[in-house]
């Protein structure tokens, strides 16, 4: 059994990314418009640097960074994570993801995906890239769980890969942050990320949390639609997956990419795998070299 078709283990090493995933509507743009517009960077870009760091029981068990560059038109992401401490004793695992594409009125399209993994259970990669025909070729090691045909432009149509929805609270307009559903591709499945507003409240820093202010409650569920084997989903029907708790925070002083609404940013997260029950912290949060939190003092 590979460690990423194990729901346990594929949920806490994706957490990190789901964690700084946001709310978004997905538009289709077809490739050849997509390469057209896509073809110079434009100014007025915005770097956008994040770093999370996980625990669970108390230890410190993953660090997630990303980093974005964003314009109104177009973006780039990368990210890495790690495990650590005893979680990197028993499941020590390395990885990165990079994506690109286009930020339309309406939201974005996913260009190009790649994810790279080298750990306890092997070495595994997935790479995506928009054909004509608006399907995406995919290629991975290994090809479990890959389809021969792969899925229809029409299916994938609206979906991004989990990377690119990791960029859209920073550049989401909506007055209502926890309102929306964020369908995503990765290659092998589709799923999508439900949602919920649970209140408004006001934060204070707790363990690595730095962060002070207002923020919004909501809860995130996990959503398999298509690509999931049989056994995945008969267990998920006996043991459903709980949702994921994120608070938001909007940062007034911080513009977006289209200069006319605020960064809004995860800034903590609680979830339960089979393996541990974890928080995850924003613990640095960068905009153009700007500091948007202070670090925790211990």
Known sequence: MTSFARPSLRTLLMTGIIFSGALFNANSVSATEATTTAGAP????NQ???TFEIYGGGLHIVSFGTQ???TPERYEIAAQFQTEGVADTLFHGRGSSTASGLLTPAGPRLLNYSQEYDGRFGERSITMALDDSGRYNVAAK???????QGFSASRVQGKVDPLTAS???AINSSAAPCSQTIPVFDGRRIFNLKFKELDQTELQPIGAGAYT???WRCSVLY???AGFTREFLVERAKNPLPPFTVWLARFDEQMGPSGNQPLVLPVRMMFETSIVNAIAHLTTAEVDGKALIQPAIN
């Open 223 to 225: 959503d398999p639609v």
């Open 142 to 148: 290994p090809e479990d769980g890959i389809h021969k």
């Open 68 to 70: 974005a560059v964003l």
């Open 48 to 50: 956008v640097d994040l």
């Open 213 to 215: 202010g207002p923020a």
């Open 42 to 45: 434009d100014g007025g870009a």
């Open 167 to 169: 960029i859209f609270t």
